[in-house]
Structure formats: structure tokens, C-alpha cells
């Protein structure tokens, strides 16, 4: 099993708001037909917390782990805004459970967001210095 570092795909800084100030709400975005037109039940929304942000994608931490490729809603909320970002994006990669225990690591890259205004405020508060580059 190769142990190596994933390979970087990253299209923008990332930056860290600090684990114990930022939250997320995430939801998955499945069609309410399901699959083959049968109804399944939409798991509850999640509350977890941000390790770090961009304009193009996020990583957090959730209690129980969503699936790799899975659509799903976010609420995002930062210090420095008044009001949370509402986006939609995909779940890139869930960490290892044997590296990691406890509430589950995960990527998501952000596809489009609930308000064009969002992505600009997201992009004005990251581009301010308020926050830390991350690694």
C-alpha cells in the first residue's frame, strides 16, 4: 500500500480560521427520488468544524463520515462574517480512519454557491489578512 503524500490539486490558498471559531452544517444533496426512482430517507444535517478554507474548497471534521464523491450543502460560518456562506460542493477525500480516530477528516471542493455574493464575500474575507495561509 503505497503511504505517500496525496497528490496536490489545489486552485487557491489555503487559509485557517481557527478550529474552535468556525463551523459547518453539512447535508448531502441527493436527488428526493433516489436511486431507480426509489425514495431514501436523507440522512440529518452534520455540525462540524473547519480546518481550512479557499474559494475553491474546504476540509472539516464531522462526528460521521460522508461518502467520497457525494454532493452535498454546506453552511459555512467564519469569523469576520455577519452571515454564514451557503455553498454546494463534493466530497474529494475522507481520511483514513486508521490514521486518524475520532470524528472524521474530510475535503470537499465548493462548485457553486446559494448567492453570487457569497463567493465574493468568502473571497474578500480570505483575501484581508484576517486569517493564517495554511500549508
Known amino acids: 500500500m503505497d503511504h505517500s503524500a496525496p497528490e496536490n490539486r489545489r486552485t487557491a490558498d489555503r487559509f485557517t480560521p481557527g478550529l474552535g471559531y468556525s463551523s459547518v452544517v453539512v447535508a448531502s444533496d441527493r436527488d428526493s427520488a433516489g ?9 440529518p444535517p452534520q455540525v462540524g ?6 474559494v475553491s474548497g474546504v476540509r472539516f471534521e464531522l462526528d460521521e463520515p460522508l461518502e467520497e464523491g457525494e454532493s452535498i450543502v454546506m453552511s459555512i460560518s467564519l469569523p469576520g462574517l455577519s452571515e454564514p456562506i451557503l455553498t454546494k460542493g463534493r466530497v474529494v477525500r475522507v481520511y483514513d480512519e486508521d490514521g ?8 470537499a471542493t465548493l462548485r457553486s454557491f446559494a448567492d ?3 463567493a465574493t464575500r468568502l473571497a474578500r474575507l ?5 486569517y493564517n495561509r495554511g500549508t
Open 35 to 43: 436511486v431507480q426512482g426509489v425514495i431514501t430517507e436523507p440522512k
Open 126 to 130: 480570505l483575501g484581508s489578512g484576517f
Open 49 to 54: 468544524h473547519l480546518y481550512d478554507i479557499s
Open 100 to 107: 486518524d480516530p475520532g470524528p472524521r477528516r474530510m475535503a
Open 116 to 118: 453570487p455574493v457569497d
